[in-house]
Nanobody, 115 residues
């Protein structure tokens, strides 16, 4: 089994920054990519950012230029640096790991952007 543990969520004012981390452990084999999704109240879960083993990235249009995803391949950890946060970024953020033949989700970390 694989475990994903997210950290770094919290309450931040509009315009502020947060850095999320997700550490993967357990029966990790070939990781294809890691990424972040989010789900706001009453909305569907959506992809925020994804990074491959070769550090190719893609972002949701709503976060381009504000969020940066990065990855530590040795520690099997993925990060999401979130800058210029807006109230509409408020959501539970979930880490996801894609391996060659399976994928796993973290339990989520809450990000609240409010004054």
């Amino acid at each position: 089994q694989v475990q994903l543990v997210e950290s770094g969520g919290g309450l931040v004012q509009p315009g502020g920054s947060l850095r999320l981390s997700c550490a993967a452990s357990g029966s990790i084999r070939r990781i294809v990519s890691m990424g972040w999704y989010r789900q706001a109240p009453g909305k569907e879960r959506e992809l925020v950012a994804r990074i491959t083993g070769l550090s190719s990235t893609n972002y949701a249009d709503s976060v381009k230029g504000r969020f940066t995803i990065s990855r530590d391949n040795v520690e099997n950890t993925v990060y999401l640096q979130m800058n210029s946060l807006k109230p509409e970024d408020t959501a539970v953020y979930y880490c996801k790991l894609w391996m060659y033949d399976s994928n796993y989700w973290g339990k989520g970390t809450l990000v609240t952007v409010s004054s």
